[in-house]
């Protein structure tokens, strides 16, 4: 039969049985192209295809190249995905059927989007076992119920399964399997079969060739396994050391072998491990690998496998690095972890960092790991100057900023030039007088930090030569995400200066310029004490999702941006605390006792509309309705072309109202307003409640017990009495600078400066004191004395 191939091809509603189709490679099959009839091809010394093929098979396209970065894999169009005997079985016969239902959806998904999908697939010996062992135990019980009685049911011994009798019984329910759950999705499937010898003769392999890309052209999702019922016994893989050859001795290599052989884009390998790690996991100190190098190898340390399977983690190695050789990117990843399993694969093809990325290109400068681990060491060497010398490396920064103010701006003209919008050039826009502003700002806060790190706030004395002091200390590593505000940079550098935080910086690539100047002369402030690496900008690919989760590395996130940044960041951020507030949905509220001189809801609003503690919603005390103070208050709104919005009382009490609002918990960030009525004070405070952030709220009113009661009651991070809601910002604080406002309940709240961003240790020194001292037969006793603590001391 040699030229042909037979494939079952299974399809929605063909009832399992599936439809046996041949396809035949004559000389000249119009399917087969001419870039699929490629001739064997000699040896090239010294080139990178310096491989031995053999003589039936050629090498990969010599035009294929892999994806360089993670966010290229969205453009992925032909996909292999491995599926690794510890993600098909749940224990060693057995299938899991809830990790296999979640995979077939990701991968019916991405074949729904118009993509090329074949899996590679193991499970059929652990499938055949299970029924094996079924069907056995059922003979021995009917047997012994019929001649021994049901005394001897419990002796009953399952015989060691041959692995190729397993897979014959199971791999046509395996196939059933994946054929049933695709059906779900109108996704038809079709089953091959292969061996090693499959891709040592010409025409076995032609027709192969040939089959896959038929499948592919139809639309249909090919479920490639070795055929264990018929290989040999599994020996050494010999001949892929050194990457000379792939023979197919287990799945790795099959996956590897077949995704160049198809020239497929990318290769998901998924297994019981997280990716590829520089030791075996589990072990002291062993750290995933985010992106991996050919030539890394010998900086690897390999455990043993799986425990399923014929490979491990060498294997897979070896064999995506001969995928990428062939121009197939490879990704090796988990597959079996219950939180991930069900959107790992698309989350690979999105580009998100999932898993070990191999990559033949190597970046130049560190990776975002790098960056903070060198940032963390740095760290706690700033954290151990004299306070005299981090308020030397603020100052020598607020010099650098007026002194390379040319090469500042010229920078920035740069990133101006780039941009279209209006409102982003505002954001972009540094001058002179912003600059020199920034300037004094940072030498207030130096001024500033000599009281910050090592502060004694509490001294007991426990027992007698035995005191404890709370001390003030760093919060660690801080991740700060900013949008389109290079002067934001600066700023923060300085309160971790000050702080002895160590800091990673993400900016929005419409400021990467100027952020690059500007970082530049930051780590030029903190060369003068040997501390550089303590601030690093991210100018990587990394996307703000994949920052989020270098959980052990980052030890606050603080977003500064909108709303839709700081709720992305919130949400991506699943082990790492948050500093921020998603929206500023901020309240002025208009009393019956208000002076129209002191009505402030002009500036709140209209200082500048896109704040975060811009107003949002006037409340107006329902005794103020048709009074000159609320025709005053409406027609200065008007001059100021804030358009209008009507809460719905608001709406009732008009004949003719503005357009009436959709939401009362909106943040318009523009010359936009809520009006709404309330019958009193108290009835503010509970709509500030129910609709409020939490961010800043105001009263306006010439009553000082009703503002004491606003005062007290609003449960907001600022509140203010006749004063502008645009006062809350850690500048006009006198905090120098601000990292964010916070509304969080834990920790900092509000504008958040330089005590924000400090936290505490407890130092306890002793003369061989032991707890057993204090038990009943001990000699000691508690004092708990406190000390009092001299203002300015230090530890």
């Not at 002179?432 to 806060?445: C, D, E, F, P, V």
């Amino acid at each position: 039969m040699d030229g042909w191939i037979y494939t079952a091809l299974s399809s929605p509603g063909s009832g399992g049985g599936g439809v046996w189709e041949e396809a035949r490679v004559p000389g000249e099959n119009p399917h087969m192209h001419r870039e699929n009839m490629r001739t064997p091809c000699r040896k090239i010394p010294g080139s990178p295809w310096d491989l031995n093929w053999g003589s039936s098979f050629s090498p990969p396209r010599p035009h294929g190249k892999s994806f360089a970065h993670r966010s290229e894999l969205k453009q992925a169009k032909r996909i292999v995905v491995k599926l690794g005997s510890a993600v098909v079985t749940r224990d060693e016969c057995g299938l899991a059927l809830g990790r296999l239902a979640s995979i077939v959806e990701q991968v019916a998904m991405l074949q729904n989007q118009g993509r090329e999908m074949m899996i590679v697939t193991s499970g059929a010996v652990a499938f055949g076992k299970q029924r094996l062992r079924h069907e056995i135990l059922l003979s021995q019980s009917v047997r012994q119920a019929l001649h021994s009685g049901q005394n001897q049911l419990k002796e009953m011994s399952v015989p060691v399964l041959e692995a190729r009798a397993c897979a014959a019984a199971g791999q046509s329910g395996l196939m059933a399997l994946y054929e049933a759950m695709f059906t779900q999705y109108s996704t038809c499937t079709a089953q091959i079969l292969v061996t090693n010898l499959d891709f040592h003769d010409e025409q076995k392999r032609r027709n192969l060739n040939s089959t896959l890309h038929e499948l592919l052209r139809m639309n249909i999702v090919p479920i490639i396994n070795t055929n264990d019922a018929v290989v040999p016994p599994p020996v050494p893989n010999s001949d892929l050391q050194g990457v000379n050859v792939i023979s197919i001795k287990d799945n790795d290599s099959l996956a590897a072998r077949l995704a160049v052989e198809m020239k497929a884009d990318l290769l998901i390998a998924l297994s019981d491990v997280e990716g590829l790690y520089d030791s075996p996991p589990g072990t002291d100190d062993a750290k995933l690998i985010d992106i991996f190098y050919p030539g890394d190898q010998q900086s690897i340390t390999y455990g043993t496998k799986s425990r399923v399977g014929i490979g491990g983690m060498e294997a897979k190695v070896k064999a995506a690095l001969w995928a990428l050789q062939g121009g197939t990117s490879v990704v090796i990843a988990n597959g079996t972890h219950p939180k991930v399993t069900g959107h790992v694969i698309t989350d690979i093809v999105e580009g998100k960092k999932v898993g070990t990325f191999f990559s033949e290109v190597k970046p130049a400068g560190p990776t975002v790991e790098q960056q903070t681990e060198m940032a963390r060491h740095a760290g706690r060497t700033l954290a151990s100057l004299l306070p005299e010398q981090r308020e030397e490396i603020i100052c020598y920064l607020a010099d650098l900023l007026t002194e390379k103010k040319d090469e500042i701006l010229s920078a920035n003209r740069n990133d101006m030039e780039m941009a279209t919008a209006s409102a982003l050039i505002n954001r972009l826009s540094l001058s002179t007088a912003k600059l020199n502003s920034l300037a004094i700002g940072l030498r207030q806060l130096a001024v500033s930090s000599r009281a910050s790190v090592g502060r004694v706030l509490r001294r007991t004395r426990v027992a007698n030569n035995l005191e404890l002091e709370q001390i003030t200390v760093p919060i660690g590593v801080l991740l700060v995400i900013f949008e389109s505000r290079p002067d934001c940079l600066p700023q923060v550098s300085a309160l971790a200066i000050a702080s002895g935080n160590a800091l990673l910086l993400k900016g929005g690539k419409e400021a990467s310029n100027t952020n690059k100047i500007l970082h530049q002369l930051t780590q030029e402030a903190l060369s003068i004490h040997g501390v550089s690496d303590a601030i690093q900008l991210v100018s990587t690919r990394e996307e703000v999702e994949d920052l989020c989760r270098l959980d052990k590395m980052i030890d606050l996130i603080i977003p500064r941006g909108s709303s839709q940044l700081v709720r992305d960041i919130q949400r991506a951020a699943k082990g790492i605390p948050v500093l921020g507030h998603s929206e500023g949905v901020c309240h002025v509220y208009i009393d019956s006792d208000a002076s129209i001189d002191k009505a402030i809801d002009v500036d709140s609003k209209c200082d500048y509309p896109a704040a975060c503690n811009a107003m949002e919603t006037l409340l107006i005390h329902r005794d103020l309705l048709r009074t000159p103070i609320f025709d005053q208050i409406i027609d200065m709104l008007r001059n100021e072309q804030v358009k209008i919005h009507a809460g719905p009382r608001f709406a009732s009490y008009l004949t003719f109202s503005p357009s009436e609002v959709k939401s009362l918990r909106t943040e318009y960030g523009d010359l936009e307003c809520c009006i709404e009525v309330v019958d009193s004070m108290q009835e503010a405070v509970d709509h500030i409640h129910k609709y409020g952030s939490s961010h800043t709220d105001v009263i306006v009113t010439e009553n000082e017990e009703t503002a004491e009661q606003f005062l007290q009651q609003v449960d907001s991070a600022c509140v203010f009495w006749n004063s502008s809601s645009r006062f809350a910002d850690g500048y006009r604080f006198g905090l120098g600078a601000e990292v964010g406002i916070s509304t969080a309940r834990i920790h900092a709240r509000g504008p958040v400066g330089l005590e924000g961003l400090l936290t505490t240790k407890w130092v306890l020194r002793g003369e061989g004191h032991t707890v057993a001292d204090f038990s009943e037969q001990g000699s000691m006793k508690y004092l708990h004395e406190n000390i009092p603590v001299p203002h300015g001391s230090f530890n």
